[in-house]
């Protein structure tokens, strides 16, 4: 599977965006996936994971309630609305694809995208 992740880019703080993350090679619909990000000198760290069927999601606390993971299979893509943006996610954003869903660790992902960065500016 091969993932394309777009739509980043320099937003005001309260500001929104939408990335999104295009798969081709096999169908997306097989798989779980997650979005993670890596700030400047730190580690990646896990944002949202949505279920292949789009049934399930979950959040780490530090975006729920302002962030939306969602998927349509049809168009093989992945979206991450992020909505109420704050300095703190700026961050280089990555889309990656597992096998089975319910995992916040990246080991447990087998592909991943290029990333896309996001900005805040306070």
Known sequence: ??????GGGLVQAGGSLRLSCAASGRTLG????????QAPGK????VTAISSSGGSTYYTDLVK?????SRDNAKNTVYLQMNSLKPEDTAVYYCA???SYGSA???QYDYWG?????????
């Open 1 to 6: 599977v091969q993932l394309q992740a777009s």
């Open 30 to 37: 097989s798989y779980a996936m997650g979005w993670f990000r």
């Open 43 to 46: 580690e990646r760290e896990f």
């Open 65 to 69: 309630g302002r962030f939306t993971i």
């Open 97 to 99: 694809a597992a096998r």
């Open 105 to 107: 660790l990246s080991r």
């Open 114 to 122: 290029q990333g896309t960065q996001v900005t805040v500016s306070s």
